[in-house]
């Protein structure tokens, strides 16, 4: 998955894949289901869902002004990649289908949002999604002290999660469970060392099926839950 990045943005990774065919395994037998991209930055994600399930409706949420230009060019990009137009086309709202069907086809692969995971959540319907899925920032206070040059040239707003590295996944945790449909899943992209710290903010938050999958170094790189039924 190759899509088009900047220094507003951190660079997409191959251990996003992992996370992507796991997030779409996940939808295995939902009909038209709808998904949800937290911190999505460039989009590879969501988008990565959208490849693998086509049927698929994503909606891709990005704080940063400057990342969110990316991921607006991305998701237009990836709809061209399938063949799409991008002319005289009305845009359908997220989670929306249109009331007629007046033949026109959509404008993106996913709709991109411009807002703020901390907040985002209080205008979601519950139980409406079917999936949500995000690579959130997830480095310690200290591991920002310690970056490789080359990593260290990304924005620290993508980058940096507080002094445990934890207040994303603690967020999404406490907040977003409801807007998953019961039996709902949740994909979310973790730093090697938090496979244990993440479960356990899951598990204190009531989610259910708790399991983590290992990216192709064999390093734990993506922790899966479900909204209980």
Not at 93 to 121: C, H, N, Q
Not at 199 to 224: H, P, S
Request: hydrophobic fraction near 40%.
């Amino acid at each position: 998955m190759n899509w088009p990045w900047g220094r507003a943005c951190s660079v997409p990774r191959a251990d996003t894949e992992v996370v992507a065919e796991t997030a779409a395994e996940m939808l295995a037998g939902v009909e038209a289901p709808r998904a949800l991209d937290l911190c999505a930055g460039t989009g590879c994600l969501g988008l990565g869902v959208k490849r693998l399930c086509p049927a698929a409706q994503v909606v891709c949420v990005e704080k940063s002004p400057e990342a969110y230009v990316y991921l607006e060019k991305n998701t237009r990009l990836a709809l061209k990649g399938r063949g799409g137009s991008t002319e005289n086309v009305l845009d359908a709202s997220p989670f929306e289908e249109p009331a007629f069907d007046w033949g026109m086809k959509p404008t993106r692969a996913a709709e991109p949002v411009e807002g703020d995971l901390f907040t985002y959540w209080e205008s979601l319907p519950e139980g409406q999604l079917d999936l949500i899925v995000s690579n959130p920032p997830y480095l310690t206070a200290q591991e920002m002290g310690e970056l490789q040059p080359e990593v260290a040239k990304e924005p620290a707003m993508a980058l940096e999660a507080g002094e445990d590295g934890l207040v994303f996944y603690k967020a999404i945790a406490e907040h977003y469970q409801k807007a998953l449909r019961p039996g709902g899943a949740l994909a979310l992209e973790i730093g090697w060392q938090q496979r244990e710290a993440v479960t356990a903010l899951l598990e204190a938050n009531g989610w259910a099926d708790i399991a983590c999958r290992k990216d192709f170094g064999g390093n734990d790189r993506c922790v899966t839950a479900r909204r209980p039924q």
